[in-house]
């Protein structure tokens, strides 16, 4: 079995977090708080986010050899997630790991382009 790098680790555990995180603040948040929180788009967007994370570390822990390119996706739908949900209250925490996932996916992107 393939060892995995330490980079790759800590995109699969930002990827694993971010997940989680969107998950479960679009059930017990935004589904709470109604309103702007629940409009379609935004959460469409957070659900988006939660799959693509997860879908992102998955494919990085069977060893796809395109991870790459789904990571640099992952980075674009992790930074759209973190600017809508700054737009609404209490929705820090949910913004600040769609920002720790867009990092860590757009750097493990550029190794796997350079690789």
Do not use: N, Y
């Not at 977090?17 to 059930?27: K, P």
């Not at 992102?56 to 992790?78: F, K, N, R, T, Y």
């Not at 209250?89 to 757009?106: P, S, V």
């Amino acid at each position: 079995m393939q060892q995995l790098s330490r980079e790759m680790k800590s995109c699969i555990d930002a990827c694993l977090h971010c997940h989680a995180i969107c998950l479960q603040t679009a059930m017990q948040h935004c589904l709470e708080m109604g309103g702007r929180h629940v409009e379609p788009e935004h959460f469409r967007l957070m659900s988006a986010c939660a799959e693509i994370c997860r879908v992102s570390a998955d494919l990085m822990l069977i060893g796809w050899e395109h991870h790459g390119a789904q990571c640099g996706i992952c980075a674009q739908v992790c930074e759209d997630c973190a600017r809508d949900c700054e737009r609404l209250d209490g929705m820090e925490e949910c913004a600040a790991a769609c920002r720790a996932c867009a990092k860590e996916c757009r750097a493990m992107a550029i190794r796997a382009m350079a690789a």
